[in-house]
């Protein structure tokens, strides 16, 4: 039996959260006072006036129901969120981002009743084994041979790996990873920026999350990491992404004699699907070119104007994640479930009340997938 409804003040944090509005802010909207929001959020205060809760509904945008559903502990999420600004990004857009990978592993727990997803595919690591290595196996796992990887993307969700895409409202977050525990299954989920959508940009991004996956131990709080010890995870997670994307022997019999010369690195990345800046750090890395050599190609990215915009950027398309929003289409397309079942089950099952047009923002769902309508059903009569 579900919970009898009441107010929970975690939602109110959430959804203010979410909005983008500070305390501050919210208790003027109400006409509160700033101590009182910040009592309802921590529980102080059970049960505001419902006509507050309405008014917190209408402001925030958010279901009434989604202020009095009860925690869920049916997803378990480790310590650690991979972020790869965290040094340089607010904690407040961190945690905004947080909350929706939460909703998207939530939303994910309910699909896998009715869906069979990838199971996940990831070859062991040893403790020997060096970046070089852990990359190779995981191309050899996946079966992705030696040359180009087209659409990284596909592959990821293919073997396991839960990938949605967020607009941030900061422009320091890339991309992040979470593991989760779902009735005792393991799965990684990687969150992409719809921000920085060039396909060189987003291969590199699922590449990184893919090196902490591999390499780092996810029950460490990262943070309480030091700076230096924070900044070397992620320089392992650079270096695999590299050595994913550009595979060493192949990268060094590909890039032949021409290591210094820029224009054959843009012609190499309509091949690789790789940025110009990561293949040229690449051959640094590999000793295909000096670093003295490296930066003058720098320097020469940056005289031209190509540094943060490159050539081929607008040009290279790579596919999006798209299994869950081919999991909820599924549903409906076969009469499965109807959209409004989808929202209710969602509701009173996992204690998870949204708008359809929040759903379909986080699942990458087209715009109406999830609407429902009241409609007035019809008595079929004949004529005598």
Known sequence: MKDLKSF???????????????????????????????????????????????????LLNFP??????????????????????????????????????NFVSTIYAYLSEYITFPQVNLPSVYDNDTIEDI????????????????????????????????????????????????NDEERYIVALSKNKNTAARLHFDVAHELGHIMLHDWEDDIENLSPSEFREREQQANDFASAFLLPK??????????????????????????SVAA?????????????????????????L???????????????????????????????????????QELSDEYNLSLYSEDIETLLGLSRGTLKTSNIIPLHTLKLK
């Open 305 to 343: 104007g190509i540094r943060k915009s490159e050539p081929l950027d607008d040009v290279l398309v790579t596919a999006q994640p798209s299994l869950l929003k081919t999991a909820v289409e599924m549903l409906i397309n076969d009469n499965v479930l109807t959209a409004k079942e989808i929202l």
């Open 8 to 58: 929970n003040g975690k939602r109110l944090k959430t959804a203010r959260t979410l909005k983008g509005m500070s305390i501050s802010e919210l208790a003027d909207a109400l006409d509160l006072q700033r101590q009182t929001v910040s009592m309802y959020e921590s529980g102080k205060i059970s049960n505001p006036d419902f006509p507050k809760v309405q008014k917190m509904s209408q």
């Open 279 to 303: 293949m040229i750090r690449r051959s640094k890395n590999l000793g295909l070119i000096t670093y003295d050599r490296y930066q003058a190609l720098m320097r020469q990215m940056q005289k």
């Open 135 to 182: 990359a190779e196996r995981l191309r050899e796992c996946w079966n992705l041979g030696c040359g180009p990887i087209d659409n990284l993307i596909f592959h990821a969700e293919q073997n396991g790996i839960i990938l949605t895409s967020f607009a941030t409202t900061t422009s320091d977050i890339d991309a992040f990873s979470q593991k989760i525990n779902i």
């Open 64 to 101: 009434i129901d989604f202020f009095l559903d009860s925690d869920t502990e049916l997803v378990k999420a480790a310590p650690s969120t991979y972020f790869r600004s965290l040094l340089t990004t607010n904690k407040k857009y961190r945690y905004e981002q947080e909350i929706k990978i």
């Open 249 to 274: 022997e192949t990268f060094i019999k590909e890039i032949g004699v021409f290591a210094d010369k820029l224009n054959y690195y843009i012609e190499l990345k309509k091949k690789w699907k790789v």
